[in-house]
């Protein structure tokens, strides 16, 4: 089965302890991309990569940091997190036509 | 630039009326255009898309969507809406070949018995 695999969904974490969300995919596609839902702005890009060792700024890019080092995987770091991270994430995979696969999402919370 | 706006934060219609979400969309490029649902606590899923074909797309539950270029629109309609249609949609552009993608703020869709 298709699909896009986040984890943790939950995580309650400390200002500045640093944490890494996880993100995998089975599809072989080459674009990922990591998004920030909130209330009343809808999901905003984070950060994207075109294949592998490729990445660039979405919109919202502080704060953050990718790595792709290998095509299925798209880890979503945060160094120092700070409680305006507070959000729900969503990676996505993208297939050709541009059609976005959405992982469940990881809604973390920074105290 | 590409930007999109949802003109309705909110919409409420009775079971079996017809739905209209509205979706303007401002892009430098031929863009493709989207829509998608978010059933609450669950993820995103594609409800239709266009890509430089027909106008007039068709998509999964009953919705369409009809791009037009000169009114920059790509409005989200059903003729007769169900319980089960409640949830958030976003519209979302992506330039044709391009990496960004920006969505909408989302309209929340709410079904009255």
């Known amino acids: 089965e298709a699909q896009v695999t986040q984890n943790p969904r939950y995580l309650i974490t400390v200002t500045g302890k640093k944490l890494t969300v996880t993100c995998s995919q089975n599809?072989?596609?080459?674009?990922m991309s990591w998004y920030r839902q909130d209330p009343g702005l809808g999901l905003r890009q984070i950060y994207y990569?075109?294949?592998?060792?490729?990445?660039d700024k979405g919109d919202v890019p502080e704060g953050y940091k990718v790595s792709r080092k290998e095509k299925r995987n798209f880890p979503l770091i945060l160094e120092s997190p700070s409680p305006n991270q507070t959000s729900l994430y969503f990676c996505?995979?993208?297939?050709?036509?541009?059609?976005?696969?959405f992982g469940q999402g990881t809604r973390l919370t920074v105290v | 630039a590409q930007s999109v706006t949802q003109l309705d934060s909110h919409v409420s219609v009775s079971e079996g009326t017809p739905v209209l979400l509205r979706c303007n969309y401002s892009?430098?490029?031929?863009?493709?255009l989207f829509w998608y649902v978010q059933h609450p606590n669950k993820g995103l899923q594609l409800l239709l898309k266009y890509t430089s074909a027909a106008t007039l797309v068709k998509g999964i539950n009953g919705f369409e969507a009809e791009f037009k270029k000169s009114e920059t629109s790509f409005h989200l309609t059903k003729p007769s809406a169900h319980m089960s249609d409640a949830a958030e949609y976003f519209c979302v552009v992506r330039n044709t070949g391009g990496f960004k993608t920006i969505f909408g703020a989302g309209t929340r869709l709410f079904v009255k018995a």
């Open positions: 990569s075109m294949n592998v060792e490729v990445t």
């Open positions: 599809m072989n596609h080459e674009y």
């Open positions: 996505a995979s993208t297939n050709p036509g541009g059609e976005n696969f």
């Open positions: 892009s430098s490029y031929s863009p493709s």
